[in-house]
């Protein structure tokens, strides 16, 4: 079992960063593939980022590529999403979830675990 708790949400202007913690409960966090995904009001949840268990292997959606960063660190429990360079169509309830040793995909049913979400608003 894993317990997921997210936190770094708030309001940050277009242009500006953000840096997103998503910590996580057990002893067997270094097993788990950790993913980041976001749902605005009124749209489907979709895939932000996702990392590797070991942390070798990252990969993002295309909207996000090359502003958003994914990063963990295992000693800590503790997966965190770099946000550079926001824009209002970022704002969403961001979650992470995680997969116990499999591949970083966007696939969210690959995912085991969920936390409740960290509101991220940005201003224009």
């Given at each position: 079992?894993?317990?997921?708790?997210?936190?770094?949400?708030?309001?940050?202007?277009?242009?500006?960063?953000?840096?997103?913690?998503?910590?996580?409960?057990?002893?067997?966090?270094?097993?788990?593939?950790?993913?980041?995904?976001?749902?605005?009001?009124?749209?489907?949840?979709?895939?932000?980022?996702?990392?590797?268990?070991?942390?070798?292997s990252t990969y993002?959606?295309?909207?996000?590529?090359?502003?958003?960063?994914?990063?963990?660190?295992?000693?800590?429990?503790?997966?965190?999403?770099?946000?550079?360079s926001p824009n209002?169509?970022?704002?969403?309830?961001?979650?992470?979830?995680?997969?116990?040793?499999?591949?970083?995909?966007?696939?969210?049913?690959?995912?085991?675990?969920?936390?409740?979400?960290?509101?991220?608003?940005?201003?224009?």
């Open positions: 079992q894993v317990q997921l708790v997210e936190s770094g949400g708030g309001l940050v202007q277009a242009g500006g960063s953000l840096r997103l913690s998503c910590a996580a409960s057990g002893r067997t966090f270094s097993s788990y593939t950790m993913g980041w995904f976001r749902q605005a009001p009124g749209k489907e949840r979709e895939f932000v980022a996702a990392i590797s268990w070991s942390g070798g993002y959606a295309g909207s996000v590529k090359g502003r958003f960063t994914i990063s963990r660190d295992n000693a800590k429990n503790t997966v965190y999403l770099q946000m550079n209002p169509e970022d704002t969403a309830v961001y979650s992470c979830a995680a997969e116990y040793l499999g591949l970083a995909t966007s696939d969210s049913e690959e995912y085991n675990y969920w936390g409740q979400g960290t509101q991220v608003t940005v201003s224009s």
